[in-house]
């Protein structure tokens, strides 16, 4: 596709529960970035990706935050017992080298009831 | 933290005024970005000046950057209703990571 796409668009899902989110980056691009916002805040950088692994996960939360790309093209963000903190919308970027402008999905809404 | 700081945190103006944002950061960088969000989901990229930049232009936007004050800002011209959103900046240093801060909220009354 054109742009960067994240599925699902939306998520709800009890505490205590195990979510998957994915991002399909813009072909080609060799860099990928996870982000969460919550309401009224900019987006928190989680996690970047360089071709297959992890350059910067000090975003990461906690170990409860996990992700993977391991074909240096879609990435999913793990997110084992998920907390009603968590709720947030996530945001995956990606770009052509890990310096200049990011091109963003339009997230994912996860809601933790 | 290398976060930008935007400021006012909201503006509103009339359609045809021009919308100055500013932004200040703490350390120092390789170049600052601009972005816009609409309705809490993705954002857009607008404009990146390097750190040897004073100033850049893209259409309506107008960013100028002055590094030995820390601070950049956002200059939109002309404005429209559809110029409606969050605006934050990033400031980037060696690493990748952008790291933001609240934003301003732009509202374009018609």
């Known amino acids: 596709g054109a742009g960067v796409s994240q599925t699902p668009s939306n998520k709800v899902t009890e505490k205590g529960k195990y979510v998957e989110l994915r991002c399909d980056p813009i072909?080609?691009?060799?860099?990928l970035y996870w982000y969460r916002q919550s309401l009224g805040q900019g987006p928190e950088f989680l996690i970047y990706?360089?071709?297959?692994?992890?350059?910067?996960d000090s975003g990461l939360p906690n170990d409860r935050f996990f992700a993977v790309r391991p074909e240096g093209s879609v990435s999913t963000l793990k997110i084992q017992r998920t907390e009603r903190g968590d709720s947030a919308v996530y945001l995956c970027?990606?770009?052509?080298?890990?310096?200049?402008?990011?091109?963003f999905g339009p997230g994912t809404r996860l809601t933790v009831t | 933290s290398q976060q930008g700081e935007e400021d006012p945190q909201a503006l509103s103006i009339q359609e045809g005024e021009n919308a100055t944002m500013n932004c200040s950061y703490k350390?120092?960088?390789?170049?600052l970005q601009w972005y816009r969000q609409n309705s809490g989901r993705g954002l857009v990229h607008l404009i990146l000046i390097r750190s040897n930049e004073r100033e850049k232009h893209s259409g309506r936007l107008r960013v100028t950057l002055d590094t030995s004050k820390k601070s950049s800002s956002l200059l939109i011209t002309a404005s429209r209703a559809a110029d409606t959103a969050s605006y934050f900046c990033?400031?980037?240093?060696?690493?990748?990571?952008?790291?933001f801060g609240e934003g301003t909220q732009l509202t374009v009354n018609p």
């Open positions: 350390t120092s960088i390789n170049n």
């Open positions: 990706f360089q071709g297959t692994g992890a350059a910067d």
């Open positions: 990033a400031p980037q240093t060696s690493g990748s990571r952008l790291t």
């Open positions: 072909s080609g691009h060799t860099a």
């Open positions: 970027a990606s770009s052509a080298a890990g310096q200049g402008g990011q091109y």
